[in-house]
C-alpha cells in the first residue's frame, strides 16, 4: 500500500529565511516552489482558506518540504515544546565528521548541546540543532 518515501514537510514563519537557513547552513539546494490558495488545497491541509508559500529542497534525494502560511497564520508551538513533547519532530542528516559539522556552524544556529558519543548509539556522534523557528534538526555520525 505505501510507496517510497516522498518529503518531510516543516511550517516556518518566513520561508526566505527559512530557505536560506537551510541552504546556506545544512547545504540543501532549492528545486521548486509554488503559492497555494484554493479552495482544494484548504481541505487538503484542514486549514480554512489557507494561503501558504511551498519550497522544495533536495539534499542527496532527500525532499524538505518548507511551508509558510501566509494566511491564516499558526503560532510557533516549537517555542513551547520540549524535546520529548508528543508531537515535535525532527529529522537527521548524516555528517562525515559530527566535531567539523559543529565547529561549521555559524554563532547564531542554536544547538541542544556539543557533539556527543552515548556509549547507548554505540559511537556515533550526534547533536541537535535548531532552524530560525525552533524545528529540530539532528546531525549524526555514524560509528566506523
Not at 481541505?43 to 539534499?59: E, P, Y
Not at 544556529?109 to 552515548?118: F, I, N
Amino acid at each position: 500500500m505505501v510507496g517510497e518515501f516522498h518529503h518531510h514537510g516543516v511550517i516556518v514563519s518566513n520561508i526566505d529565511e527559512a530557505t536560506a537557513f537551510y541552504t546556506d547552513v545544512l547545504g540543501f539546494q532549492e528545486s521548486d516552489g509554488l503559492r497555494l490558495d484554493d479552495d482544494e488545497v484548504s481541505d487538503i491541509v484542514g486549514v480554512d482558506g489557507a494561503d501558504m508559500s511551498v519550497q522544495n529542497l533536495v539534499l542527496d534525494g532527500f525532499v524538505l518540504e518548507l511551508l509558510q502560511f501566509h494566511h491564516p497564520p499558526g503560532e510557533n508551538g516549537n517555542e513551547k515544546l520540549a524535546n520529548n513533547d508528543v508531537g515535535l519532530a525532527h529529522f537527521a542528516l548524516e555528517v562525515d565528521d559530527i566535531d567539523e559539522a559543529y565547529e561549521g556552524l555559524p554563532d547564531d544556529v542554536e544547538t541542544l548541546s556539543p557533539p556527543l558519543e552515548p556509549p547507548s548509539l554505540g559511537g556515533a556522534g550526534a547533536l541537535y540543532l535548531r532552524d530560525p523557528d525552533g524545528n529540530l534538526v539532528e546531525l549524526l555520525e555514524r560509528p566506523e
